[in-house]
């Protein structure tokens, strides 16, 4: 990171917080407070507060800094802050699989389950290409593909990227990424992040509703540095094992 990154998070009833992100670590100026300069070896964890902040978690307690989900360009911010941490704790990096969480299992089974009440009910109860039916399809199964093709359970490997859904499985060449990035979906009543995965060819995968997925980027920004790097020949290959960090 060349230049230093600013973020303001300003509300209606206080005065704005800032964040300076920057190659050695980050500052984070609070309204009325003082300000905290951190490095990122200081960073104990991360703790994602679905809907409103991520706390980054101090190894001097009880200090902790609050990144606002209203904070202005949050994604960038978030993704700026993991991609250090993914080149700090590069080391310590193996191989874990990650799933989703049980609360995404069993929402995405009650809507399937009302989606596939819908269209069995629609070819017992309505005629064939009414209006009506045509509705009722033209509704739901757009909806019954897009569950099913939603990430559930991802693997960062050495070599290749595995990601499984309801219908397929998939390993994915890291030299087939582009960028990764976090974003933030729904509104203000109910928001979540998810991680983007851009691939070469224009497509994009989300995930989202895993557990830990800010653990999960962090796994998937070292596996892809590391194949770039390797590519380029400036790495040697790296270590197998399983590890997380700590």
Request: hydrophobic share 40%; net charge positive.
């Amino acid at each position: 990171m060349l230049e230093p990154q600013t973020s303001i998070f300003e509300s209606d009833r206080h005065p704005p917080h800032y964040y300076e992100v920057r190659a050695s670590g980050f500052t984070y100026r609070p309204p009325g407070g003082k300000n905290i300069d951190a490095r990122w070896e200081d960073i104990k964890y991360l703790n994602d507060i679905s809907g409103h902040k991520v706390d980054i978690v101090l190894n001097e307690a009880p200090l902790i800094i609050p990144l606002f989900y209203a904070t202005r360009d949050f994604p960038a911010l978030l993704t700026a802050v993991c991609v250090n941490l993914a080149e700090l704790h590069h080391d310590k990096i193996g191989t874990q699989t990650f799933k989703g969480s049980r609360a995404y299992f069993v929402h995405s089974g009650l809507v399937l389950s009302v989606f596939l009440v819908l269209v069995a009910g629609s070819f017992f109860y309505l005629y064939r290409f009414t209006p009506a039916w045509l509705f009722v399809l033209t509704v739901t199964l757009p909806m019954i593909g897009y569950i099913l093709l939603q990430p559930h359970t991802v693997a960062p490997g050495d070599e290749t990227l595995f990601v499984r859904d309801f219908v397929r499985k998939r390993f994915i060449d890291y030299t087939r990424i582009k960028r990764l990035a976090f974003d933030v979906n729904g509104d203000q009543v109910a928001a979540f992040l998810c991680i983007l995965v851009h691939l070469t060819n224009g497509r994009k995968i989300k995930m989202q509703r895993f557990e830990n997925l800010i653990l999960l980027f962090i796994f998937i920004q070292t596996k892809w540095h590391r194949a770039r790097e390797q590519t380029s020949g400036h790495l040697p290959p790296s270590p197998r094992g399983n590890h997380s960090l700590d």
